[in-house]
């Protein structure tokens, strides 16, 4: 299986801030990932596709960047309703792994 | 807009079998994969497999010996079986819809059913 490794886990910042998480694959995965956010109590909502493809409907302070091993979510401007729980994931071949997870606090 | 509901029991007892079925509306079934993806209480995301709306399917190697995929293109539906419960399969269930990608094959998750709490316990 490929393991999805994100850092930070746990990431305080604050209104405004530009906020980066990483995310490394055990083995190339080309661009097949995916970004989600998750809220407490909702389902995962994707945010970007194959590494840098915005979702419609995503605000465009939302962005990543990658390929192969390396990826990272970039989050320009963070606003109050960014608070929450962000996963990688790739699907560039079964089965499909998720990261650990980054929970994005208040500072 | 298209939109996913998960139903089913919220209490299987171990040993027994967990059955799952997503209602897609506001869209056809056809031309899409439809995945599962699970969620303890607490923990991360685990993907449990996907199902082409033609029948064919990709398992999860960690539950392939128990998982069962299937589709009713006539209902607009698509189901999960998960044999053989345990504690351990305690999470809220996710479906989702997987567009197909530029290449062969499914791109990411896209659109969620808002999840449905499973717990095992006799």
């Known amino acids: 299986d490929i393991q999805m490794t994100q850092s930070p886990s746990t990431l305080s910042a604050s209104v405004g801030d530009r906020v980066t998480i990483t995310c490394r694959a055990s083995?190339?995965?080309?661009?097949?990932l995916a970004w989600y956010q998750q809220k407490p109590g909702k389902a995962p909502n994707l945010l970007i596709y194959e590494a840098s493809s915005l979702q419609s409907g995503v605000p465009s302070r939302f962005s990543g960047s990658g390929s192969g091993t390396e990826f990272t979510l970039t989050i320009s401007s963070l606003q109050p309703d960014d608070f929450a729980t962000y996963y990688c994931q790739q699907y560039n071949s079964s089965p499909w792994t998720f990261g650990q997870g980054t929970k994005v606090e208040i500072k | 807009q298209v939109q996913l509901q998960e139903s089913g029991p919220g209490l299987v007892k171990p040993s027994e079998t967990l059955s799952l079925t997503c209602t897609v509306s506001g869209g056809s079934i056809s031309s899409y994969y439809w995945s599962w993806i699970r969620q303890p209480p607490g923990k991360g995301l685990e993907w449990i497999g996907y199902?082409?709306?033609?029948?064919?399917?990709t398992y999860n190697p960690s539950l392939k010996n128990r998982v069962t995929m299937s589709v009713d293109t006539s209902k607009n539906q698509f189901s999960l079986n998960l044999s053989s419960v345990t504690a351990a399969d305690t999470a809220v269930y996710y479906c989702a819809r997987v567009p197909p990608s530029v290449a062969p094959g499914p791109d990411a998750l896209e659109i969620w059913g808002q999840g449905t709490m499973v717990t095992v316990s006799s």
């Open positions: 199902i082409y709306y033609s029948g064919s399917t």
């Open positions: 083995q190339n995965i080309n661009r097949w």
